[in-house]
């Protein structure tokens, strides 16, 4: 077993593997960027090495620079991680030339399965089956055009060199083919540095179904059985869960043996996915993921196995742990990521500073109820830089229904304030009728849209008395011993009556010998600083509230609600209207200008289009008008809250 590795990643994931090489007596090297100094990762790794400024580009993608760490500390191994360099051919032939084990499967696996139209031919040869589509060199717009037509719409068109939803679009029409293909070749070159794209059939029910597979180097090779993640926006994954719902023994079978053999004619070594689309009792391979997943923890949780320890023992060349026979399914689980995102936009990225982050009680390792994988700590930044995720929710169950309580319980203990994120969206979505019966497929988010992102309803009076209660605490904490500053309402002889506006509501506290009332109704309170307890009239009350500024983080019912503190005086004289601007909704960079200054559009006519974490986002008309000016280029970067062009409504 090695003695000392280098983990060539960040975030959650480096502090996954530090566990558990710390667990098993290795020494860890960590590596970050100028954006990463203070990070959870660094700290969880006993040696670290600075590797350069924050854009990955110009740090953790740079080959020679990792190395070069791997060397100067003497690590006798690099673990890749996920995402970054860990599915880099190159990569892995580099680390073999230098004398350091690559933990991960051989550069020719990872040649064989990058490139998906590669994949598909050696997959066919497997007998694994495929997705009617086209997989071929020709990359000619006329032809894909051609092969689109003769495949039958709706077609998805992938970026052959991609993942994790870039460079991937759904076409419902002919017509519509020529500017999607042009999106995702664009995408696809900034993302990967290939545009090269493949189509394939787009099922209107599809379930995406993953097999976790393990290989070592003495020929064995065994599944781990399966994880379901067909809840996805923008094709990128959202809860998944293991085992898949519904699957009957002969099917799961099936999947397995034929991920193993998918393994098994590349050469694999290692931990894998075999990613398959099905559809009623059909399946279909759509592509392997040559590194650790995401969503690995499920799969830990149902099998009681530490993949990340298996990725160490084959890649120091032991056997497989276990046989095939040896392995068996306990109970059910689910993971949530908690993402810097804002659904109700779209699920545009958020970046900020996470002034307030509080996780359910948890054990982060393998065989626990609830587990949180995370690389961030309260005062740590979501950057621009890097993926926004926060955290990882895992939850485990004697069987799905447990689970889903479990989770559901997690969600509404988790609290961060500071930036956008899908925390109550993740709540809603495991508790809706689709999810909790397992009426899965990738479509669910989309067509349940009225049960996820409901109108927003009145105010519960719990929350606004959580939320008055606090804010009379802070200013009597502001007040200090001065009794004439202080706003608790003692009067000689009288009652005192305070009139607070929280959001749209106005409510009142009244305060007199026999005690506090709101809003009319009896009121007690107890709290120390954030958390507090009430007691509104006979009803017993709980909740945190965090402030932000003016505006209120108020955590009760396992959600949050948030609430402006209005001073009239304050906002004298603002006027809400945008008089006519379109401003960027995140950091980004101009990608494209689509309409001509003059040019009078109609409402949703695409004016322009920006990139941001390596996704682009579209800027539509927002009503029938003129493009009176761009205010950038194609090229240019802009700030959140940018004014990017001047809109004259009709």
């Known amino acids: 077993m090695f003695t000392k590795i280098l983990i060539a990643n960040r975030g959650e994931i480096a502090c996954r593997v530090a566990s558990t090489a710390r667990r098993l007596g290795i020494k860890t090297v960590a590596v970050y960027s100028d954006a990463d100094a203070g990070s959870k990762h660094v700290a969880s790794c006993d040696e670290a090495v600075h590797l350069g400024p924050a854009a990955a580009k110009e740090s953790y993608l740079v080959m020679e620079k990792i190395l070069a760490a791997a060397k100067a500390t003497g690590a006798q191994a690099i673990h890749p991680g996920y995402g970054f360099l860990s599915e880099n051919e190159d990569f892995a032939e580099a680390c073999v030339k230098a004398g350091i084990t690559f933990i991960g499967p051989p550069a020719s696996a990872i040649s064989a399965m990058g490139l998906k139209s590669e994949a598909k031919s050696r997959m066919e040869k497997a007998k694994v089956p495929l997705v009617p589509g086209y997989h071929g060199a020709d990359q000619s717009p006329a032809l894909l055009q051609k092969e689109a037509d003769r495949i039958g719409y709706p077609v998805l068109i992938k970026a052959s060199a991609g993942g994790g939803g870039k460079g991937m679009r759904a076409v419902e029409k002919s017509e519509d083919f020529a500017a999607a293909l042009e999106s995702c070749k664009r995408e696809a ?50 809860l998944e869960e293991a085992p898949a719902p519904g699957m009957s023994p002969a099917r799961r079978a099936a999947m397995g043996e ?36 995401v969503e690995h923890p499920v799969t830990e949780a149902i099998t009681g196995l530490d993949l990340v320890e298996w990725q160490l023992r084959v890649a120091a060349g032991e056997k497989l742990p276990k046989k095939q026979s040896e392995l068996t399914i306990k109970g059910h689980s689910l993971e949530a990521r908690v993402y810097a995102e804002n659904p109700e936009k779209g699920f545009l990225p958020a970046i900020g500073t996470l002034a307030h982050l509080r996780f359910p009680e948890h054990q982060s390792f393998v065989n626990s109820a609830v587990r949180v994988d995370s690389g961030v700590r309260p005062g740590d930044a979501i950057t621009p830089f890097y993926d926004p995720m926060i955290a990882k929710l895992i939850v485990w169950g004697e069987d799905r229904q447990q689970a889903l309580a479990r989770m559901s319980e997690a969600l509404g203990h988790t609290q961060i304030v500071g930036l956008s994120t899908n925390v109550g969206f993740l709540k809603r979505l495991v508790e809706s009728k689709a999810f909790s019966s397992a009426d899965l497929d990738t479509g669910l988010i989309a067509k349940n849209h009225a049960e996820l992102f409901p109108e927003t309803s009145r105010v519960p009076d719990a929350v606004l008395a959580l939320a008055a209660a606090a804010v009379l605490a802070r200013e009597d904490r502001l007040a200090g011993s001065d009794p004439w500053s202080s706003r608790t309402g003692w009067r000689v002889n009288q009652t005192f009556v305070r009139g607070l506006r929280l959001g749209a509501h106005e409510v009142q506290i009244a305060y007199g010998r026999a005690g506090s009332l709101f809003n009319g109704t009896r009121l007690t309170v107890s709290n120390d600083g954030v958390d507090y ?3 509104l009239g006979e009803q017993p009350v709980r909740g945190t509230v965090v402030f932000e500024g003016e505006t209120l983080n108020v955590f009760h019912a396992g959600f949050v609600t948030q609430l402006g503190l209005f001073d009239p005086i304050a906002h004298a004289g603002e006027d809400d209207s945008h008089g006519g601007k379109l401003v960027a909704p995140m950091p980004g960079k101009i990608v494209a200008l689509l309409a001509k200054s003059g040019v009078s559009v109609k409402k949703g006519t695409a004016l322009l289009v920006m990139e941001a974490m390596k996704m682009e986002h579209t800027i539509t008309a927002p009503s029938d008008g003129t493009v009176s000016e761009y205010l950038f280029t194609a090229g240019d970067q802009v700030g959140e809250g940018a004014e990017l062009l001047k809109f004259a409504p009709a």
């Open 189 to 238: 070159i900034n993302a990967f540095g290939d545009d090269a794209v493949l189509i394939e059939k787009y099922l209107t029910r599809p379930r995406h179904i993953e097999v976790q597979v393990f290989a070592d180097r003495h020929g064995e090779c065994v599944y781990l059985f399966e994880r379901d993640c067909s809840v996805q926006r923008r094709h990128q994954k959202v």
């Open 258 to 293: 034929a991920a193993v053999a998918a393994a098994k004619a590349v050469g694999y070594e290692g931990a894998g996915t075999v990613e398959f689309i099905s559809e009623g009792e059909q399946f279909y391979f759509m592509e392997m993921n040559t590194r650790l997943q």
């Open 533 to 535: 307890q009430l007691m």
